[in-house]
């Protein structure tokens, strides 16, 4: 009877480290959203994309072209709210599985804001980050949008134009 009590003492202290632990991020990555966007705002950074010599509307993207891009990085984009919470389980368990980091569960909305705001380091601090840009992005434009400046600012600005028009 002793020991169990002491199991659950112990248990709930962990929670409690762990939940203490996790407002501190979830603080931290906030307060790094908000520098973030204070630079320069989500307006601003989506004109810039908007400006490019060869953006390219969605509607005149090859069908084909944009259900591949969606397929290939985020098959659930028009599903969730920025944030696939199925996918970023999938990815926690194998990096646990590898021991080490090996796969990520970011949506297109998360790689959008990672690209046009955050540096590429793996820290949690800035996948929290990450997360607050990608909730903002998902409160102010459309998926359309979102996915026509993802396509701009990943493939097109790399040279990954795939199929001609």
Known sequence: MRG???????????????AGCGFALAGEGYGLYKNAVQEESLEETVAEIRRQDNFTSLEEMPETYVQAVVSVEDHRFYDHFGLDLIAIGRAVVNDIKAGRYVEGGSTITQQLSRNIFLSHTVRWERKVEEIFIAMQLEKKYSKEQILEYYINNIYYSNGYYGIEA
């Open 4 to 18: 169990r009590r002491i199991v659950k003492w112990i248990f709930a202290f962990a929670c409690t480290v762990i």
